[in-house]
């Protein structure tokens, strides 16, 4: 099952999530990239913790 963030509201440019599966675009989701639980998890406490700047930005 994927899921897609609410920031997305119904617009077709994001990217969801599948749990065990890994990550795709809406545009092609035919494809996905593989990621592992472990890693995920890691990205999110990353993300969290705001150790991820916008683009363009400096943390």
Same mark, same amino acid.
């Given at each position: 099952?994927?899921? &897609?963030? %609410?920031? %997305? !509201?119904?617009?077709?440019?994001?990217?969801?999530?599948?749990?065990? =599966?890994?990550?795709?675009?809406? &545009? *092609? /989701? !035919?494809?996905?990239? !593989?990621? *592992? /639980?472990?890693?995920?998890? *890691?990205?999110?406490?990353? =993300? &969290?913790a705001? &150790?991820? *700047? /916008? %683009?363009?930005?400096? /943390?």
């Amino acid at each position: 099952m994927w899921r &897609k963030s %609410s920031y %997305s !509201a119904n617009l077709n440019n994001c990217v969801e999530v599948g749990r065990g =599966v890994g990550i795709r675009d809406t &545009k *092609a /989701p !035919a494809t996905h990239l !593989a990621v *592992a /639980p472990g890693s995920w998890s *890691a990205f999110l406490l990353f =993300v &969290k913790a705001g &150790k991820f *700047a /916008p %683009s363009g930005q400096t /943390p």
